[in-house]
């Protein structure tokens, strides 16, 4: 018997898809989002109109130095590098001399960061490895409120809140304890060096804070996750793989705070005194160079003392932006420009 061939079965191809009305409706109703010759000229505007406002902040900086400089002549012909080391301020005999306002800015500074650095990296360090998420937020933005409080408001709350609490059980506790090193001696006024150098700390701890915590979130999570898996403990895990790598931004950001302690002006004249000596001990009323410009500005009435004063403003404001731009700089070490990013 043999075997008849099958026949073959027939495929038809499938027919290509149709387009929907609605789809052909879609296409044909596209229109290009610019119409027409396209012009040059408002790019450029654009361009031109960026660069001059970039140049104008430049410009506005020379210009405030150009103005410090000529108006600080005067008082550099009398005293040349003088004016810097003397410590009398007589302005009935026009002697004058930065030392002592120079010495009240350093020393109530230096102590506003004793007190304001372990705080703030405290906060920061709490906040980026060990707060809860849902705190997370509150907790920052709670810090970061406080630098939107205007420095007046800082410096009543001192006079009426701050200062009692320092003349009635801080200072004699500090007198009591540690009078031997001759830095916590003389009457507790409350009003003083160590008045000035604790609202400075309030004052920029929300900088120190905010900085340190972008430095932190941008070390990479793969170095916590390697020193936890060798058997570390969360602080080791902190110490050897999260503050050893961002150790150079933390540095810039307690120089940026530094920064903005030197140039503190109301909450600091509140509190400190108002009295141009050099004394050793904390408790003692003192001046600083933002202070004595707030001051006495207005009662400059002969030419050298207004130059005086215009010369004060001049080291003041070299100082600061010297400040600001190392503290930049060590910050964008660590950074290199990355946007922070949340941990999880």
Known sequence: MSNQALPRPRFTPPEPERATRASLKAETSTTPLLQGRVSEVPDALFGWAMRLCGLAVVALLGLIVYELVIGSQLSWHAFGWKFFGQTEWNPVEDQFGALPFIYGTLVSSLLSLVIAVPLAVGVAVFTTEMCPVWLRGALSFTTELLAAIPSVIYG????????????????????????????FTGPPYGIGMLAAGVILAIMIIPIISSITREVLTVVPQHQREA???????????I??????????????????GLGRALGETMAVTMVIG???????????????????????????????YLSALVEIGLALFLVTIV??????????????????????
Do not use: H
């Open 156 to 183: 009543l709350w001192a006079i009426f809140i701050l200062v009692p609490l320092i003349r009635n059980y801080a200072e004699p506790f500090l007198a009591k304890t540690l009078g031997w090193t001759g830095l």
């Open 274 to 304: 108002n009295r141009a000596e050099i004394a050793k001990s904390l408790f003692a009323p003192g001046y600083t160079m933002a202070s004595v410009l707030a001051n006495e500005f207005s009662e400059a009435t002969g030419d050298l």
């Open 227 to 237: 020193v936890l898996a060798l058997g570390a403990t969360r602080w080791e895990m």
């Open 323 to 344: 400040v600001n731009g190392l503290a930049r700089v060590m910050v964008w070490s660590v950074t290199r420009g990355q946007p922070a990013r949340n941990i999880a």
């Open 239 to 256: 110490r050897v793989g999260v503050l050893r790598n961002a150790r150079a931004g933390i540095v810039g950001a307690i120089i940026l």
